[in-house]
């Protein structure tokens, strides 16, 4: 998995979480979970992540499941990585 707190990093910097992102956990939920992650806010995370990570994220990768847990987003980044 990509370094869960790169991908924590990323993830309160795009959606300004302040103090909140240090008890996040790869457990954590996200999407329904956190009313910063909206469908604009998606779009700035999967930019800054692309940013961050060099990668490119393609549209049709983009689905929920990718965005339910910290774990899962940086499970998806270490896929990208990866490939």
């Not at 009313?35 to 689905?63: K, P, R, W």
Request: charged share 20%; proline share 1%; hydrophobic share 45%.
């Amino acid at each position: 998995m990509a370094n869960v707190d790169e991908v924590r990093k990323v993830l309160g910097s795009a959606l300004q979480l302040g103090n909140r992102i240090q008890s996040m956990t790869p457990e954590t939920h996200l999407l329904g979970s956190l009313t910063e992650l909206d469908s604009m806010a998606v779009v700035s995370l999967i930019a800054a992540l692309e940013d961050h990570f060099g990668i490119v994220v393609n549209d049709d990768e983009i689905n929920a499941e990718i965005f339910t847990t910290l774990g899962s987003l940086g499970n998806f980044i270490t896929q990208k990585l990866a490939a």
